[in-house]
Every structure is written in structure tokens, then in C-alpha cells.
């Protein structure tokens, strides 16, 4: 653990190159070419998905935000004073903004995020706002396993994990189940869970948001071809692919793909990878949920949903869930 700045601790889990390497390999090793979208998040693919949250296409961010704008204060009630909160893929930190000046004398701040540079100058920026707070960030990949850190001298009288941004929906439902499960039990027994879940709506609102007129998650999403070429030495040719997400009604989610615009074949490190014309590496997944479906997900991952809040539209839900005994 290294001292950073203004924060406590920096707890330094971030994936190394050769497992990016490996999982770039993995997938597009497999028929339905597919690359993990944690890997999105290099320095560019954080300050590009910075930029996808202001575009008037993507309504989930300043949904999300007004929501909480509006119920920090009932969120913060329900979670009690001297909250130790620990969010999950903080990013640029805006929305715990809201919900921090609501609680009554927070104990402690703990972001987790895959981005390092990203998420340490975010929690830096929050440590001049709440200079009273521990904060003590954890770079790590939340689907694998990591600790929260000890804090001497604090003592929280409720944990709670915060997970905004329907970044939950980048799973599929079996994988939430399971990730949930996990994060009670890291959290611990008497604790709870804030979430924010995109709900699902028409095809034209939900296409445009993931493919915006002005290009930025076509960059966002080829981002990735850049990332893989930079870090891994590999040859895309970032012209000759594109962007596409289109949503599918039947799995309820937003699928994101990097099509291939002609017969290709490139080289990662020693490997080389055929494309056809028109073949895709499915990039994303965005799972959206109506509130009954996503309280019984809760349910399977052994939280009781406790109150939900939602925008007047309905587009996005935040949801509150507490442990319970495993069923
Ligand atoms: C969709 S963005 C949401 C950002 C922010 N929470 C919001 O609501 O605007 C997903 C965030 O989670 C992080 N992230 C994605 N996959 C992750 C993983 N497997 N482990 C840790 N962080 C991850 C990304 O770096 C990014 O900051």
C-alpha cells in the first residue's frame, strides 16, 4: 500500500499485461469473437465514457443523478450516520458526490475501480471537498477477489456498497446473481447495497444512447482496438472496423459489437486472428431490468430490497437493498 496525496492508502490490485493478454487471446479465440469490457478503461476509454455521460443521447447518467439529487436525502437516512461506503467502479466519482453530502458524518470512502490514474485523481478531487474523510482506494478488478482496508481508528456503524451507473447491467443476470452474493459477503452481514439500474424502454431512446450522433462511443468502443495494439503490440487496423450496438428485446440488453468491415486477419503478440467481412467481437453487454425483475435478482443474490426510487419517466431505478442470510 503506497500513500497517495491526500489519501490514506492506495490498494494496488490492477490487472497486469499478460492477464489482459490472456483474456484478449481467450476471446477471440471462441466463434462469437468477444473481449472483456473492463478492459474498456485504460486513461482514453475513461475519459471518453467521462464524455458519453454528457452527451444528450445518454440519458442514464443525468437520470441517475437526478434521482439522487432528489433522495440523497432519504438514501442517506436509511443508511444512518456514520456510514463507511465502498463503491464499486467509482470512475469520475461525480454521483458519490451526492449522496456524501447527504450522509450524517460518513466514516469512510472506499472506491474500487479497474482505472488507477482515472479513479486515484477522482477520489483526489473529492478529498479537497470532504477533507474530513478517509479514503482509501482500491484498484483492483471487482470481479475478482480483493479486501477492503483496515482503517486504524475508525469504526463504521453500517457498511454500504454503491454501485451506480447500471455498470451492474454489464453482466449477465447469472453473473450478477453472483457477483451480488459475493459483495454481501465482503461487505458483511448488516450491510447494504445502493444500486442504479437502467430500466428497460423503446428501441430508438436505447439505440441512440449507445450510438451517439456524434461518434464518441464508436471511439469509446474502438478505443479498445487501440488499447489491445498499444499495450499488446498487436496490428488492428482501426479503419477497418466499426462500431454497432443494437438492442436485443428478446435478452433485454444493449449489445455492443466491433464489426469487421472486410476479410482480415491481425496479429496479437505471436497470434494471428481470420476475420470475415461483417464478423463481430461483441464488446458489451447492457442488461436493463424492470423493478420487479432486478428485486427478484436481489433476492437470488441474498438481499432483501428494501425502497426503490425512480425518475417520473421511469427510464432508471435506484435500488436499495440489506443483506440477508444466504436462502
Ligand atoms: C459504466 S462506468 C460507470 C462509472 C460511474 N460509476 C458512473 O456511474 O458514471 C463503469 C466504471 O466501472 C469501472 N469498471 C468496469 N469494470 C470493472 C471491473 N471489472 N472492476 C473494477 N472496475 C470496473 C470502469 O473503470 C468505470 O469507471
Known sequence: MNAVGRLHHLEDLEPSTEEFR?????????????????????????????????????Y????????LEDKAGEIAAALGPQARIVELGSGAGIKIRLLLAALDRPAA?????????????AATDLSRTFPDLRITPVCADYTKPFALPAVPGITPRVTSGFFPGSTIGNLTPTEAVSFLGRMR??????????????????????EAAYDDAAGVTAAFNLNLLHRINRELGADFEIAGFAHRAYWNEEQSRI???LVSLARQTVRVGDRQFAFDADETIHTENSYKYSIEDFRALAVRAGYRPDEVWTDRQALFSVHLLRATEPA
Request: hydrophobic fraction near 35%; charged fraction near 25%; include cysteine.
Open 60 to 67: 442514464p447518467t443525468r437520470t441517475e443523478c437526478g434521482i
Open 109 to 121: 470512502y472506499v472506491p474500487v475501480d479497474i482505472s488507477r490514474e482515472h479513479m486515484v485523481a
Open 255 to 257: 449489445e455492443m459489437h
Open 22 to 58: 490472456q483474456s484478449v487471446v481467450a476471446g477471440l479465440s471462441t466463434r462469437q469473437k468477444t473481449l472483456p469490457c473492463k478492459f474498456f478503461y485504460d486513461v482514453e476509454g475513461s475519459r471518453l465514457f467521462d464524455q458519453i455521460c454528457d452527451l444528450p443521447e445518454y
Open 185 to 206: 459477503r465482503l461487505l458483511g452481514p448488516d450491510s447494504a447495497m445502493v444500486i442504479g439500474v437502467d430500466m428497460p424502454k423503446e428501441r430508438s431512446v436505447l
